[in-house]
């Protein structure tokens, strides 16, 4: 079920798991006006065309340790596929590494990584990032303030 089917009530369910992924069937049924098990079966239909990746818990970075924010540009020296590939595989394997994304544009690679401290960034940087054969250079940008962060998309535009 393509996503311009998804009708209003559709919508309300998503937007109420995006805040609260705990809510059971019936706290959505009761928030959403509609009996337990139309509700169920909305959420059950939503769940298969995988429109939710999946449910977490989002942990605050500073109450864990998680000290030290950056975003990181990065700049590879050679582009063919199999050296693309194999770059990809060592950041996903780099737990500091909490998301990548290859670009366009003047630098090859966005990182956005999480660290302790300003010790770990630099063991990051010095024995993993710099440490690969195939980076020409890598720019950091420290994360001062969080001004905003959403993981909830904004559904009021989609076509019902």
């Known amino acids: ?5 998804l009708d209003n009530i559709d ?4 937007r109420l798991l995006q805040k609260d992924a705990r ?3 019936k706290e959505i049924a009761d928030k959403i006006g509609l009996s337990v098990t ?3 079966e909305r959420l059950k239909k939503i769940e298969k065309t995988k429109i939710i990746k999946g ?7 500073k109450a864990i340790g998680k000290t030290c924010s950056a975003f990181c540009t990065i700049s590879l020296r050679l582009h063919s596929a199999p050296l ?5 595989q060592a950041l996903k394997s780099f737990p500091e590494v909490m998301e990548c994304y290859h670009v366009a544009g003047v630098y090859d690679y966005l990182i956005k990584v ?20 195939n980076v020409a250079n890598v720019h950091s940008a420290f994360i001062m303030t969080e001004v905003k962060h959403e993981t909830a998309y904004d559904l009021s535009l989609l076509s019902s």
């Open 84 to 88: 693309l590939k194999q770059f990809e």
């Open 1 to 5: 079920f393509p996503m311009k089917t």
């Open 38 to 40: 139309p509700t169920y």
């Open 23 to 25: 809510l059971n069937t």
């Open 114 to 133: 999480v660290v302790n401290n300003m010790e770990d960034y630099k063991n990051l940087l010095v024995n993993k990032l710099a440490a690969m054969e």
């Open 11 to 14: 919508k309300k369910i998503l």
């Open 55 to 61: 449910y977490v818990a989002l942990l605050d970075q």
